[in-house]
C-alpha cells in the first residue's frame, strides 16, 4: 500500500498546553483516500486545507456523510498509542454499512492514520488528561442531483490536541417533544445528520441553563436514550451501575460506555444495563436511590450531571460525584499502564 508524503510548513504558534481548548487546534496535516471505481487509491498525507466540492456533491444533499473519533496518547515514559482504534474502525464499517458506503480496509485506515501521526507527533499532549483527538470524516462525493448510492468517496484523517470538553459538571435539559432517533432508524451510527437534529434542542437547552440535552425514545417520550454528547449513566444505592441498554438500536453503542462497563466489576460495582423510564430517574433523584448521574464518551469522557430539567422542574443531584470520580481515575490509570487491559486496546504509535 503506497501512501505519498507532501510535508506542510512547521508550526509556528505554540500549543498552548496549560490552557487547550477542545476543537480549535488543527494538525498541519490531513491523511485522504479515495475511492471510485470499485477501489480506493490516492492515499495520501498531505498539508490540511480546504476542500473543492462539485455544488452537486452527493453528500451535501443526500446525507452519506459520517465520522468517527478516538484519541491518541502519551504516556509519562514517552510511549505513544490509539486507545481502542479497532473497536473505532469496526464501528466505523458499521456506519458505512447502514448508509450502504464502501467498508474501510483496516490497513488502508491504519496505514494512512500512521503516516498522519508520524509527521504530528509533536502534537501529542504531555500529560493523559488531554488527548490527541483524532477525527475521520467519510462522505460521498458524486456530483449527481439524484436520490441513490454514490459511486464516489472521500475518506480523510486530522488531528487536534483537545482539553476537557465540558469544564466541570453540567446541567441536563430532558427533551420530551423532539426525538433523537426511533426504531430503525440511523441513531446506532455516528451520521452527520444525528448531530445536526440535535442542535435545535441544544439551543432549548442553553435556554434554560443547560449544557446538554438528554433524549427518550420516539414512540411514548419516556424512556432514557442518551445524551446528544454522551451515553448516560445512574449511579444507585448499593452502589450500582444502571445504563440503558442497546437492544431498540436507537442508541450509539459507545466505547467509552463499553470501557467502563468493562472497568466498574474490577471496582466492585455491579452494572446493569436496562429499559430506564423518566419517571424512575426523577422519583429516584427524589427518595435518594439514584445518587450520581454522569455522561461518557470519548470527547467528555466521563462528565458528572449536577441537575436534570424536566417539564419545567429542576431535579437536583448531590454535590458529590464520588463513583464517576473513581472510574475516571480508573480509566486514567488504564491509559497509563497501571491497570490489566485487553492487550488489543492499545494501538502502538511508532516513534
Known amino acids: 500500500m503506497k501512501i505519498s508524503i507532501e510535508p506542510a510548513p512547521p508550526r509556528t504558534e505554540a500549543i498552548p498546553w496549560d490552557n487547550l481548548p477542545f476543537g480549535r487546534i488543527f494538525s498541519r496535516h490531513m491523511a485522504v483516500a479515495e475511492y471510485s471505481g470499485g477501489t480506493w487509491h490516492s492515499l495520501r498525507v498531505q498539508p490540511l486545507q480546504p476542500l473543492a466540492l462539485h455544488p452537486g456533491t452527493s453528500a451535501l444533499h443526500y446525507g452519506q456523510a459520517l465520522f468517527e473519533g478516538f484519541k491518541a496518547y502519551q504516556r509519562p515514559d514517552g510511549r505513544a498509542f490509539v486507545f481502542r482504534l479497532k473497536d473505532h474502525w469496526q464501528r466505523l464499517n458499521s456506519s458505512a454499512r447502514r448508509l ?115 433524549w427518550l425514545d420516539a414512540h411514548y417520550h419516556e424512556w432514557i436514550e442518551e445524551f446528544s454528547t454522551m451515553n448516560i449513566f445512574f449511579v444507585t444505592k448499593g452502589p450500582r451501575l444502571l445504563t440503558p441498554s442497546l437492544q431498540r438500536g436507537t442508541i450509539l453503542p459507545g466505547i467509552t460506555r463499553a470501557t467502563i462497563l468493562a472497568l466498574a466489576p474490577r471496582l466492585g460495582l455491579p452494572a446493569e444495563e436496562r429499559e430506564i423510564s423518566i419517571h424512575e430517574v426523577t422519583e429516584g433523584i427524589a427518595n435518594g436511590t439514584i445518587r450520581e448521574i454522569f455522561g461518557t464518551g470519548t470527547a467528555a469522557t466521563i462528565t458528572s450531571i449536577s441537575q436534570l430539567y424536566y417539564e419545567g422542574k429542576w431535579w437536583h443531584l448531590p454535590p458529590e460525584s464520588p463513583i464517576a470520580s473513581q472510574l475516571l481515575t480508573e480509566y486514567r490509570k488504564a491509559l497509563k499502564g497501571e491497570r490489566e487491559i485487553p492487550e488489543e486496546w492499545i494501538w502502538w504509535i511508532e516513534t
Open 100 to 214: 450502504v458506503m464502501p467498508e474501510v480496509p483496516y490497513e488502508l485506515f491504519t496505514g494512512l492514520l500512521r503516516a498522519l501521526l508520524a509527521m504530528e507527533r509533536d502534537l501529542l499532549p504531555p500529560q493523559l488528561v488531554q488527548g490527541l483527538y483524532v477525527r475521520p470524516v467519510y462522505f460521498a462525493t458524486d456530483p449527481w442531483l439524484g436520490v441513490r448510492t454514490s459511486e464516489s468517496y472521500l475518506l480523510l484523517i486530522y488531528l487536534a490536541p483537545v482539553g476537557a470538553y465540558y469544564s466541570g459538571s453540567i446541567a441536563a435539559y430532558v427533551e420530551k417533544e423532539m426525538v433523537r432517533a426511533a426504531p430503525g432508524g440511523t441513531g446506532s451510527i455516528k451520521m452527520a445528520g444525528n448531530y445536526a437534529a440535535a442542535l435545535l434542542s441544544g439551543q432549548k437547552a442553553q435556554g434554560v441553563g443547560c449544557q446538554v440535552s438528554l
